[in-house]
């Protein structure tokens, strides 16, 4: 069974970067295209961005666009997001999720995915 575990939360003021990490236990990334989202408090839960199998093409959200930047090590088994310029509005959980694929493309709808985190607590300061 594939487990997820982020890591990488916390609180950081408006302005601020942090990196959100992803490894999975039971699987290795390199099978998986995977994805992060983000669910804040009474919403529902949204994607902010995916990357495929190989690593050579990834897609945002415009809330995210230019700000955040999702990559995958394979030789370390983990998933990123690197998120700068932090805004209030980012306070969130953030979860990722995966799918085993032998395809190039990139997944958007939560449905698409098979395998999830716990997540992990962003909380941006004003």
């Known amino acids: 069974q594939v487990q997820l575990a982020e890591s990488g939360g916390g609180l950081v003021q408006a302005g601020g970067s942090l990196r959100l990490s992803c490894a999975p236990s039971?699987?290795?990334?390199?099978?998986?295209?995977m994805g992060w989202f983000r669910q804040a408090p009474g919403q529902e839960r949204v994607f902010i961005a995916g990357?495929?199998?190989?690593?050579?093409?990834?897609y945002y959200a415009d809330s995210v666009k230019g700000r955040f930047t999702i990559s995958r090590d394979n030789a370390k088994n983990t998933l990123y997001l690197q998120m700068n310029s932090l805004k209030p509005e980012d306070t969130a959980v953030y979860v990722c999720?995966?799918?085993?694929?032998?395809?190039?493309?990139?997944?958007?709808?939560?449905?698409?995915?098979?395998?999830w985190g716990q997540g992990t607590q962003v909380t941006v300061s004003s």
């Open positions: 039971g699987g290795t990334v390199s099978t998986f295209a």
């Open positions: 990357i495929n199998l190989i690593g050579t093409d990834t």
């Open positions: 999720a995966a799918r085993y694929t032998k395809g190039v493309e990139i997944l958007v709808p939560p449905g698409a995915y098979d395998y």
